[in-house]
C-alpha cells in the first residue's frame, strides 16, 4: 500500500504540500540517495503517511549537472528540519531558504566539497580536532545566562551537548548539539550482502537492537519477496514485546530516579535485571542480540523455555503493580512529574513525533495496529492515548503498554506452545536487485530503514530514521517554561537513544 | 509509607556476588575450537563480521577483543569445529597493568586505588548497551559498592574511566579533555567489542580509530555487551581482588 510519486526538483514544496495535505499527513522520513552511476542523478525520498492508511513515497530527482539544491519543506514542514540539514552535511545537497542551516552531523570542520554519502566519497581527509559547531548566544537580556552540559555528562548517558539559556532557574531556551556518536554506520553498510549486514544493524543500538533487526529483516524479505514462516514472526513479536518491556520498566525506575525516588528506581531496577536475565536464557544475550535474521530466526524455543516465560510474567505484573501503586501514592513524586515537561499536541503533530512521546500527547498511532508487520494484525492489543503531554502521562502510558506486551506476550507464547513450524527460511533476491522499506515500533516509537540491494545483490544504500530522530527536537521544546532541574527527568521522561539518532 | 516498607521487608535482599548465579545453557560466552574437528573450510573467516577469526599460519585464531560473540561463525561451521563456552571471564590486563616479572607500578597503583575506586564512564560511540550494562552493576543485584566500587560524576575524582564505544571524530577531543582531567594514578578499562577493538563498524569517515590509539588502554573487557559479571570480574582482576 505504497503510492509513489515523482516530482521535479522545482516543484518539491508544492507537492509535499499536496502529498501530506498541507502538513497534515506527517512525513515520516526523508533521506537522499546519490544515485549518479545509476542514471545521472541525486534523489531525495520523503515517506508520508497517506489518507488510506498506508503510505505516500515522494521521489525528486537532483541533475547531478544542475546546481546542487533543492527548496527547504522546513517552512511548510517543520518536521523536515534536521533530515535537510543531515542530507545538507553528508551528500552536499542545499536546501535553499532553511532558516538554520548550521551542520548538525559532523562537527569538525571539512573540507569543502568532501560529502561522506556521495559514492565518490573515499577516505576521511585528516582534521583537526577542532570542534566548529557554534554555540551563537540565543538570548539576550539581563541576568540572563547559560549553562552549558555535555558531552560528557555526570551519570552513565550517552554524550550530547545541551545549552540552557536561564533565566534564573527558569529554561527559557534548549538548544541541543548531538550526533556525537556519529560512527557512519550507514556508510559502513555500503557494499555489504545482506547476511553480513544484520550484525552491524543490530548494533546500531543496545536497546533498541530487536527492532532495528526487524526493521532490516523485513525490508530484505520484502526485497526478496518471501514469506518468513509463521512461526518465526510468532517469535519476533515476542523478542519485540521483551524489548519493549524492559525498556519500559527501566524507564519506569529511570523516571523515579529523576526524582530522587530511591524506591521506585531500586525495585523497577531490580524487576528489569529479572528480565534482562530471561533475554539472555533465551537468546543467549541480555540484549536479545543474534536471534532475528532476514529470514526468520536463528533458534526456536521449546517448551520448558515457553513455561519459564509464562511464569515470569505471571510473576511480573502484580510486582510491577505493587511498584505502579506505591508511586501514585507518593503526592510529592506525582507533584515533580505532573504539568512538567508539556509537549502540546500540535508540536508533537508538527514534529512528526512518534511512540510513547506522541500517544501521551494525544496523537493516536502506533505502527503495529496502523501498519502491521509480523503477526500483529492477529494479535488483541489496545494503544494506550493521553492527551496531557507530560512526564506523568509518558509515564502511565508506559505503564499501560507494560500491561499490554505482557497480553501480547501470553498471546504469542500460547501459539508457540501449541503448534510446531519452521523458523527460518532462505531469501533469494531478484537479480537486478531492488529497494524496500521496513518497520516496526520499537520501545521509542516507530523504527523505517530503506534497503536498496545493487545488481550483485549488495547493498547500495541503507538509510535508518530511528525512532528518536523525529523525538529529539521535540524535546528541546519541552524544556522551556520548566526549572532547569527537572531536565533529566524530563529527558528521562522521552528517553530517547543518541545512538539511535547518531548511527 | 507502610506500603513501601511492606514492599521492601516482603521482598528481602537480592544482592548476590558477582560469581553466584548460573550461567544459562544458551549464554554466548568465549569461543573454542575444536581441531579434531575443523575441515579448514573457512566459512567462519569469511562470515565473522570484525574478523575476529583470522587465519594465521594456516591456523585458525580467534581473537575475543573483536569478538561480537554473535554466534555466526558457529552457525555457519557445518561440523560443528566450533562453539561458545559458556565462560565469560576473559577480560585481560595490559599496560601498566600488565603482568610481567618486576612489574612493581601495578602493585604501586593497586595499593593506592586496591579497596576503593571511584569510576568515570566515558561514552566514546557506543551503542549504549555497554553503558546499560555499567548501569546495571548499580542495581539492587550486583550492587558495586558492595565491593568499594562506585561511579563518580567527574573526572577529577576519578581513578578509572571506564570507555565504551568506537571513538568517533566527534568525541576523540572529549576522550582526551577527559583523560587529562583524571588525576594519575588512573586506570582506563575498554569496555565492550567496539572499545576493545574499533572494528565493530569496520573503517568509516566518522571514526578516530580504536580506543587504545587515543589513549592509553590497562584493561580490556570484551563482549557484546560484556555481562554485568564479566564487568565485575574485570574490575577484580584489575585489583588483584579475585
Redesign the interface.
Known amino acids: 500500500m505504497m503510492k509513489v510519486k515523482d516530482t521535479p526538483v522545482a516543484g518539491l514544496r508544492a507537492a509535499a504540500n499536496a502529498v501530506s495535505k498541507s502538513g497534515r499527513l506527517p512525513l515520516r522520513a526523508m533521506f537522499a540517495n546519490d544515485e549518479r552511476s545509476l542514471n545521472g542523478n541525486y534523489v531525495l525520498y520523503l515517506l508520508f503517511e497517506a489518507e488510506d492508511g498506508g503510505f505516500s513515497l515522494l521521489t525528486s530527482r537532483i541533475d547531478a549537472r544542475q546546481p546542487l539544491e533543492f527548496p527547504s519543506l522546513t517552512t511548510l514542514l517543520p518536521a523536515a528540519a534536521w533530515y535537510e540539514r543531515e542530507i545538507h552535511d553528508l551528500f552536499g545537497l542545499k536546501p535553499t531558504g532553511h532558516p538554520d542551516l548550521q551542520p548538525l552531523v559532523?562537527?569538525?570542520p571539512w573540507p569543502a566539497d568532501c560529502f561522506?554519502l556521495r559514492k565518490d566519497?573515499t577516505?576521511?581527509p585528516e582534521?583537526g580536532?577542532?570542534?566548529s559547531v557554534k554555540h551563537p548566544v540565543a538570548v539576550h537580556g539581563e541576568g540572563v545566562f547559560e549553562v552549558p552540559v555535555g558531552?560528557?555528562h555526570?551519570?552513565?548517558?550517552?554524550?550530547g551537548h545541551f545549552r540552557f539559556s536561564q533565566a534564573g532557574e527558569n529554561v527559557i531556551r534548549l538548544d541541543p548539539t548531538l550526533?556525537?556518536?556519529?560512527?557512519?554506520?550507514e556508510?559502513?553498510l555500503e557494499g555489504l550482502p545482506v547476511?553480513?549486514a544484520i550484525?552491524?544493524i543490530e548494533?546500531?543500538?543496545?536497546?533498541c537492537?530487536v527492532s532495528h533487526a526487524l526493521s532490516f529483516s523485513q525490508a530484505a524479505e520484502a526485497i526478496a519477496g518471501t514469506e518468513v514462516p509463521l512461526r518465526a514472526q510468532y517469535l519476533r513479536v515476542l523478542l519485540a514485546e521483551l524489548e519493549r518491556l524492559y525498556n519500559h520498566i527501566?524507564d519506569v525506575g529511570n523516571i523515579c530516579a529523576g526524582v530522587g525516588f530511591a524506591?521506585g528506581a531500586?525495585?523497577a531496577?531490580?524487576q528489569?535485571?529479572t528480565l534482562?536475565?530471561f533475554n539472555?536464557?533465551?537468546?543467549?544475550?541480555?540484549?536479545l542480540?543474534?536471534m532475528i535474521v532476514p529470514g526468520g530466526v536463528?533458534?526456536d524455543i521449546g517448551g520448558e523455555l515457553i513455561r519459564h516465560a509464562s511464569s515470569l510474567i505471571n510473576a511480573l505484573l502484580p510486582d510491577f503493580k505493587?511498584?505502579v501503586?506505591?508511586m501514585e501514592?507518593n503526592a510529592g513524586f506525582i507533584d515533580r512529574c505532573r504539568q512538567t515537561g508539556v509537549l502540546p499536541r500540535q508540536v508533537a503533530a508538527d514534529l512528526a513525533v512518534v511512540g510513547p512521546a506522541a500517544r501521551a500527547s494525544g496523537i493516536d498511532a502506533d505502527f503495529r495496529r496502523d501498519h502491521p508487520y509480523a503477526v500483529y494484525d492477529q494479535l488483541e492489543f489496545k494503544v494506550p492515548v493521553r492527551r496531557h503531554g507530560d512526564v506523568e502521562d509518558r509515564l502511565w502510558l508506559r505503564v499501560s503498554e507494560v500491561r499490554e506486551s505482557c497480553e501480547l506476550i501470553r498471546q504469542a507464547l500460547a501459539f508457540l506452545a501449541s503448534q510446531k513450524g519452521e523458523c527460518r527460511t532462505e531469501l533469494t533476491f531478484p537479480a537486478a536487485g531492488g529497494s524496500s522499506f521496513g518497520w516496526s515500533e520499537s520501545a521509542r516509537g516507530a523504527n523505517i530503514h530503506w534497503l536498496m540491494l545493487d545488481a550483485n545483490r549488495r547493498i547500495y544504500r541503507y538509510a535508518i530514521r530511528s525512532a528518536s530522530y523525529p523525538n529529539w527536537p521535540a524535546v528541546a521544546l519541552a524544556a522551556p517554561g520548566n526549572i532547569i532541574p527537572d531536565f533529566p527527568l524530563i529527558n528521562k521522561s522521552f528517553e530517547l537513544?543518541?545512538?539511535c539518532l547518531d548511527r | 509509607m507502610l506500603?513501601?516498607l511492606q514492599?521492601?521487608m516482603q521482598?528481602g535482599t537480592?544482592t548476590e556476588d558477582y560469581f553466584m548465579?548460573a550461567v544459562?545453557?544458551?549464554?554466548?560466552g568465549q569461543l573454542e575450537l575444536n581441531d579434531q574437528r575443523c575441515r579448514d573450510c573457512r566459512k567462519c573467516v569469511d562470515?565473522c563480521?570484525?574478523q575476529a577469526i583470522r587465519l594465521k599460519k594456516n591456523k585458525l585464531s580467534i581473537d575475543h577483543d573483536a569478538c561480537?560473540?554473535?554466534?555466526?561463525c558457529v552457525?555457519f561451521c557445518d561440523k560443528n569445529g566450533l562453539r561458545?563456552s559458556l565462560n565469560y571471564e576473559y577480560a585481560h590486563l595490559k599496560g601498566q597493568l600488565a603482568e610481567s616479572d618486576g612489574n612493581r607500578l601495578a602493585g604501586k597503583i593497586r595499593s593506592v586505588l586496591g579497596r576503593s575506586l571511584a569510576i568515570r564512564?566515558?561514552?566514546?560511540?557506543?551503542?549504549?548497551?555497554?553503558?546499560?550494562?555499567?548501569?546495571?552493576l548499580?542495581?539492587?543485584?550486583?550492587d558495586i559498592t558492595q565491593y568499594g566500587i562506585d561511579?563518580v560524576?567527574?573526572?577529577r575524582h576519578a581513578d578509572m574511566l571506564m570507555v565504551t564505544?568506537?571513538v568517533?571524530?566527534?568525541?576523540?577531543?572529549?576522550l582526551?579533555m577527559?583523560l587529562e582531567a583524571t588525576p594519575t594514578p588512573r586506570l582506563v578499562m575498554a569496555v565492550g567489542a567496539c572499545a576493545c577493538s574499533g572494528r565493530?563498524?569496520?573503517k568509516?569517515?566518522?571514526?578516530a580509530g580504536p580506543v587504545e590509539s587515543i589513549v592509553p588502554v590497562d584493561i580490556y573487557v570484551p563482549g557484546?555487551?560484556p555481562?554485568p559479571q564479566a564487568l565485575i570480574y574485570g574490575l577484580l582482576l584489575a585489583l588483584d581482588r579475585l
Open positions: 559532523l562537527h569538525e561522506p566519497f577516505a576521511a582534521v580536532g577542532s570542534i558531552p560528557i555526570a551519570g552513565i548517558i550517552e554524550p550526533f556525537y556518536t556519529h560512527r557512519g554506520i556508510k559502513s547476511e553480513r550484525y552491524r548494533r546500531t543500538c543496545g536497546v537492537s527501566g524506591v531500586s525495585q531496577a531490580r528489569k535485571e534482562m536475565r539472555e536464557e533465551l537468546t543467549g544475550n541480555r540484549f542480540r543474534g536463528t533458534t505493587d511498584v501503586e506505591i501514592s537513544c543518541y545512538a | 506500603r513501601i514492599k521492601i521482598q537480592v548465579s544459562p545453557a544458551r549464554f554466548r562470515i563480521p570484525t561480537l560473540f554473535c554466534g555466526a552457525d561458545h564512564h566515558v561514552d566514546v560511540g557506543s551503542c549504549n548497551a555497554c553503558d546499560f550494562e555499567m548501569s546495571a548499580l542495581n539492587p543485584v550486583y561511579y560524576a567527574s573526572p564505544g568506537v568517533t571524530r566527534n568525541l576523540r577531543k572529549a582526551e577527559t565493530v563498524f569496520g568509516t569517515y566518522a571514526q557484546c555487551p555481562r
